[in-house]
């Protein structure tokens, strides 16, 4: 299997730990990184948990190759080298191929819990529109972006997670269909995110919110980038923020 430096420290080879020392990792990694989202798992029975802290940690890796230290110092070519590598890492991994601690946690959770591929390879795409999508035009084009990084964590999680028997999506339906809720939640947080972080991404040259709506509100790309607080720009965070909040209902 292929191997880049943001997934080397999931070595050591994987016939060195045992399962239960694998999960036991995942578990350390999601403590560490994610406390309150860690506290909130303590709730699921082990197994879920397990397989619930070993996918935060498949994404923790992807995120890492676009936005750890290490990641601002390297050329775009060599990040989406890293990113066609990882693809690859987690194709085989789906088929069963096993090298690293991490690989034999996520096997067992692909097995036991009938985790799909496309999600997984969603998110890798995401992550290769940050090194292409600096500007969305519209919110069609960021809720894309939205859905990959963020949604396809969704649909990673509900076949651990499982549903209530008595639920159903619609009275018309017998069938419980999560996937919808599922996206949408990602598509809420991420969008959370977005509106947190808007300094921050405008020090690396990002911009999330859509270019028509900013155009929209009388406001504009260079005041962004400038830090100018206005009217405008307060109308366009209350929009902004009603939205993200209408993800969540």
Known sequence: MASVSSF????????????????????????????????????MPLEKRQAIWAIYVWCRRTDEIMDSPEALSKPKEQLLAELDAWEHHTREMFEGCIDTWLDKVMVDTIHRFSQPLKPYLDMIEGMRMDLTSLRYESFSDLQLYCYRVAGTVGLMSEKVMGIDDCYTSAPWSEEAETSGAAVALGIANQLTNILRDVGEDRQRGRIYLPLDEINGFGYSESELLDGVINDQWRNLMAFQIQRARDWFK
């Open 8 to 43: 080397s420290s999931v070595m050591p080879d994987a016939t060195l730990l045992s399962l239960s020392e694998a999960f036991e990792r995942c578990r350390a990694e999601t403590a560490e990184w994610a406390k309150t989202f860690y506290l909130g798992t303590l709730l």
